[in-house]
């Protein structure tokens, strides 16, 4: 099928396409293209909800072994900043099956829904601290000032990080930025050395969880048994951590600061949502995460390796081949959602969203940062009203292959009263 004329000249991994995707994605579905190939880069960008889902679903075929593609660095200068830290083994989100099963089955219950349930108090005293901070200042800078502390501090305490939390931030961004694929060498040098900083202090972490244990999903992980298997190994651990730091922290602050921003755009949607807030109408305020997950995805798109020969949608794949499922515009595909690129909080089937993704990777950290934003936006709309962006050009936009959200938004209001 050809690319319409609209889009003819760009591509879904362009710079301006990645800041601003969706005229592109619109364009892609109207014209019916379900798999795009790249030739360049022999690469399979799926793009509706049907075939990512189906793919999702056959991990022996679609598999996410893909740390070749992200980490594995030729570069021998970086090489050897590398070699001072641990093995960089794949787990979770980059392992297949049995590795994966039983990563799974020891994290599973660490993110299950009555482990969230018993920090949901701390979440809430988390927030409203926050909240407090800036209340009576009638302005914030939302990201900077709530939507980034409140992820970072939940996940660290829960993987037994005590150290600042700029610091955590910035492991977890240097993460990104070597996963994102578009850092320069100086870049790339840097994210390389944060990398083995954030191992060695690692295993200072580890060793102690083994020696006093504690109440951390750390401590878990360290001491966890599955009988007739091996314990993970300190670069298993490390490795599973930083998915977490990283996992736990952008996409949930872009879900935070988008929500706010399309509820600032859409007053009459604001306005039933505040009226849902301070414990009200939980289903509501749910209900509108579920649709500004769907509406920004932050998770733009996550890679496969393709294992042996398939067809997907009837497009042929050969095995080797690079896949990309973009979960952002299988999130906007008009086949699934009614007026797709319209926000709406009371949206019937926005649960059905893939923001999360679909079949045995589905996000294990799903009911954490679902809480976590729950709780975040009743405590806000209960004490805070009247918000306005206070600087339409100075909102901010991570502009990255995986991830894309709101990095940036000032914003006024008024307290409540
Ligand atoms: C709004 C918030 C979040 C979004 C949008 C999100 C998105 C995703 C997506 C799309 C995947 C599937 C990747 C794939 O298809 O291979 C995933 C997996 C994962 N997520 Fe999340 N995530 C969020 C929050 C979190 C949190 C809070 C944590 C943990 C602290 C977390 C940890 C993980 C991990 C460990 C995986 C890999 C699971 C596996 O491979 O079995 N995520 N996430």
Not at 228 to 257: K, R
Not at 262 to 291: C, W, Y
Not at 322 to 338: G, M, T
Not at 355 to 377: I, Q, T, Y
Request: aromatic fraction near 8%; proline fraction near 4%.
């Amino acid at each position: 099928m050809n690319k319409p004329e609209t889009i003819k000249d760009t591509s879904v991994f362009a710079p301006e396409t990645l800041l601003d995707p969706w005229d592109y994605y619109r364009a892609i579905h109207d014209a019916g293209i379900e798999i795009e190939h790249l030739a360049e880069t022999n690469t399979f960008v799926v793009y509706s909800y049907a075939l990512c889902s189906e793919a999702t679903g056959k991990p022996d075929v679609f598999s996410n072994d893909f740390t070749a593609l992200m980490g594995r660095e030729q570069d021998e200068e970086i090489q050897a900043i590398l070699a001072e830290g641990w093995d960089d083994v794949p787990t979770l989100l980059t392992a297949d099956h049995p590795v994966h099963t039983r990563n799974r089955k020891l994290v599973n219950l660490a993110f299950s829904m009555k482990r969230v349930n018993a920090i949901e108090e701390t979440m809430r005293e988390k927030s409203i601290a926050l909240i407090e901070a800036f209340a009576d200042k009638g302005e914030c800078e939302f990201v900077e000032e709530f939507a980034i502390p409140l992820p970072v501090f939940m996940i660290a305490g829960q993987i037994g990080l005590d150290t600042d939390m700029k610091q955590v931030k910035a492991w977890s961004d240097a993460a990104v930025d070597r996963f994102g694929q578009m850092a320069d060498f100086e870049r790339k040098k840097e994210c390389a050395r944060s990398l083995v900083e954030y191992q060695h202090y690692m295993k200072g972490r580890i060793d102690d969880a083994r020696a006093n244990g504690g109440e951390t999903l750390l401590a878990d992980l360290v001491n966890a048994r599955i009988e007739g298997e091996n314990p993970l190994t300190d670069a298993e651990i490390m490795s599973l951590m930083q998915q977490f730091m990283v996992a736990g922290n952008e996409t949930t602050t872009s879900t935070l600061a988008g929500g706010l921003l399309q509820l600032i755009r859409n007053p009459e949607q604001m306005a039933k949502v505040k009226a849902a807030a301070g414990g009200r109408d939980p289903k509501l305020i749910m209900n509108m995460i579920e649709e500004t997950l769907r509406y920004e995805t932050p998770t733009s798109g996550m890679w496969r390796i393709v294992k042996q020969d398939t067809e997907l949608g009837g497009t042929n794949i050969p095995a080797g081949a690079v896949v990309h499922l973009r979960y952002a515009a299988a999130n906007r595909d008009p086949k699934q959602f009614e007026n797709p690129d319209a926000f709406d909080a009371e949206r019937k089937n926005a649960r059905t969203h893939l923001a999360f993704g679909k079949g045995p990777h589905m996000c294990v950290g799903n009911m954490l940062s679902r809480k976590e934003m729950l709780v975040a936006f009743d405590e806000l709309f209960e004490r805070l009203d009247d918000f306005v962006v206070a600087d339409e050009d100075s909102i901010g936009i991570l502009q990255n292959i995986l991830l894309r959200g709101v990095t940036r938004l000032p914003v006024s209001f008024t307290k409540a009263a």
